[in-house]
T-cell receptor, first 114, second 110 residues
Framework: KAGVTQTPRYLIKTRGQQVTLSCSPI?????VSWYQQTPGQGLQFLFE???????NKGNFPGRFSGRQFSNSRSEMNVSTLELGDSALYLC?????????????FGEGSRLTVL | AQRVTQPEKLLSVFKGAPVELKCNYS??????LFWYVQYSRQRLQLLLR??SRESIKGFTADLNKGETSFHLKKPFAQEEDSAMYYC????????????FGKGTRLSVIA
């Protein structure tokens, strides 16, 4: 099976712009979770989707949003980018509930905000 | 709210020495606990989970509810164990996201 695929792998934006990141989960996986990874804070939970419904949301401002499509692919969007949004954004998929199963991570999308 | 604390940002040990990566959690209910590992230039991946009580790559971890800890141990460190290790917790009730600690970088010195 192909692993979790994230695009783009690298991107550079300037403050005030917006960005959309994409995630294709492992075939058959219905749950997609997003995390922000930074050296100082580690992995911080953004949101989790299951069957096109957002089931959980982390403590991030409303500028961070996401969605999941009927084929389980997911996108996240960050509007009005700030310097502090520079991070590696990781997507992970699982067959069902993340808490009871293994999360399979993608390689991440590295966002740099100038 | 649940919280995971990994007190060491960096842990350096010599090859063949024992390793213990500390993880403490804060949660009043019944937790599910995991260790994830990220080797250089590889994806973050599950190492082991407490419920399976297994040993992976020589690593074990025991859930101590009294001390709210889930330390990762290996009796003899190998150079290939050098990586970033994350402890993660979820509520046993399900339908909750995994909460990760900030991670500990293990460096095994030859």
């Amino acid at each position: 099976k192909a692993g979790v695929t994230q695009t783009p792998r690298y991107l550079i934006k300037t403050r005030g712009q917006q960005v959309t990141l994409s995630c294709s989960p492992i075939s058959g996986h219905r749950s997609v979770s997003w995390y922000q990874q930074t050296p100082g804070q580690g992995l911080q939970f953004l949101f989790e989707y299951f069957s096109e419904t957002q089931r959980n949301k982390g403590n991030f401002p409303g500028r961070f949003s996401g969605r999941q499509f009927s084929n389980s692919r997911s996108e996240m969007n960050v509007s009005t980018l700030e310097l502090g949004d520079s991070a590696l954004y990781l997507c992970a998929s699982s067959p069902g509930t993340p808490s009871t199963g293994e999360l399979f991570f993608g390689e991440g999308s590295r966002l740099t905000v100038l | 709210a649940q919280r995971v604390t990994q007190p060491e940002k960096l842990l350096s040990v010599f090859k063949g020495a024992p390793v213990e990566l500390k993880c403490n959690y804060s949660y009043s209910g019944s937790p599910e606990l995991f260790w994830y590992v990220q080797y250089s230039r590889q994806r973050l991946q599950l190492l082991l989970r407490h419920i399976s009580r297994e040993s992976i790559k020589g690593f074990t971890a025991d859930l101590n509810k009294g001390e709210t800890s889930f330390h990762l141990k290996k009796p003899f460190a190998q150079e290939e164990d050098s990586a970033m290790y994350y402890c993660a917790l979820s509520r046993n009730s399900g339908n909750t996201p995994l909460v990760f600690g900030k991670g500990t970088r293990l460096s095994v010195i030859a």
